[in-house]
């Protein structure tokens, strides 16, 4: 029996969680390794486990896969979450860029900012670029869509990564639900597949950052 995918990474969201939105979307099980100790980080890198000493990486089918581009596209082809051709192929690609630009804009970094006051900050400013640029910027596509998903008929690791992003902005700033009906519709029709729904209520899904996540990333990685 070939060996469960292993995912290594923070037991927290971070650059982590898209990997395992996918995976749960493609019905792949995974097992996870948490890191909680420099040292354990250390043995990994310097044992040549990542490729760019960096995490997160994914143990799967005798490969040792980082970059979590490249992690996700690997799952998303093998079990058709990359659309149907070529083009829908590359419709995906650039939501999933796109994606990574939004969700860079200070989303993974807002719980690391050190007072109150900083935090609210990256909350307002995250808050203000949804709602000017990535929110509008999605009802425009997805005005277009017929099947309710952003590519094609069928789920796609862009429905994943736009819903990840948009349930953790959401979470930080939920005054925005209102003011964009096609990404309340999207948020609810992705959530509701069967899959992506299991995964939202298991055990694999991460709450928000919290402080004892923050102190857990600063110690294994020195920063
Ligand atoms: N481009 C990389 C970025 C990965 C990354 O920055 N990982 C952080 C943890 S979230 C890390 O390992 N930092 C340690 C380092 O860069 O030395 C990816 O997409 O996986």
Redesign the pocket.
């Known amino acids: 029996m070939a060996a469960k995918a292993k995912l290594i990474y923070f037991d927290g969201r971070?650059?982590g969680e898209i990997i395992r939105f996918t995976l749960a979307a493609a019905g792949v099980e995974f097992e996870e390794v948490f890191l909680t100790e420099r040292e354990q980080f250390l043995k990994l890198r310097d044992g040549g486990e990542l490729l760019?000493?960096?995490?997160?990486a994914l143990m799967i089918d005798g490969l040792k896969l980082?970059?979590?581009?490249a992690i996700c596209r690997y799952i998303a082809q093998k079990h058709g979450l990359m659309g149907k051709s070529l083009e829908e192929s590359a419709m995906v690609d650039m939501l999933f860029e796109a994606y990574k630009d939004y969700i860079g804009i200070g989303v993974l970094g807002v719980q690391f900012k050190k007072t109150e006051e900083e935090k609210q900050q990256a909350i307002e400013m995250i808050a203000n670029r949804s709602k000017e640029r990535y929110m509008p910027m999605f009802e425009k596509i997805y005005e277009k869509s017929t099947s309710g998903f952003l590519v094609g008929d069928s789920l796609t690791l862009a429905d994943l990564c736009w819903l990840e992003v948009f349930l953790w902005v959401l979470e930080l700033a939920p005054e925005l639900s209102s003011s964009f009906p096609g990404m309340t519709a999207f948020v609810s029709k992705i959530s509701s597949q069967p899959r992506v729904s299991a995964f939202l209520k298991g055990p694999q899904r991460h709450s928000p950052p919290d402080e004892q996540y923050v102190a857990t990333v600063r110690k294994v990685?020195q920063f």
């Open positions: 971070g650059r760019f000493n960096q995490v997160p980082v970059q979590v581009g990685l």
